[in-house]
């Protein structure tokens, strides 16, 4: 499995950021053909201070090639372009393959 992680600083608006996310960008995700499944979440802390984020997303693929696909289609290409609708603050995406920890 393959993750995707995008990190959301903090906003100049939290509350459009969060409408719109909601409202507008989450059901293009819905729509988006490659991830296995997905979640995000707005209550990001820190175990101390102030997290330096203010959201985030968390996307999983078979493979890093199945992430590479998807972010390329044009549905993809879309949902990248519908970010700067929202994310003010800017955003940090990383990926990995994910390792099972169980041995």
Avoid at 22 to 51: C, I, K, M, Q
Avoid at 69 to 74: F, I, L, N
Wanted: aromatic share 14%.
């Amino acid at each position: 499995m393959h993750r995707l992680v995008v990190l959301y600083p903090h906003p100049a608006d939290p509350d459009h950021f969060r409408d719109y996310y909601v409202t507008n960008h989450l059901p293009l995700v819905a729509n988006w053909p490659g991830p296995l499944a997905w979640r995000y979440s707005f209550d990001v802390a820190a175990p101390e201070g102030e997290a330096p984020y203010f959201a985030v997303f968390e996307a999983d693929f078979a493979d890093a090639a199945a992430m590479a696909a998807a972010q390329t289609s044009p549905h993809g290409e879309r949902l990248s372009a519908d970010v700067a609708n929202y994310a003010t603050g800017g955003v940090v995406i990383i990926h990995y393959p994910v390792r099972d920890g169980t041995g």
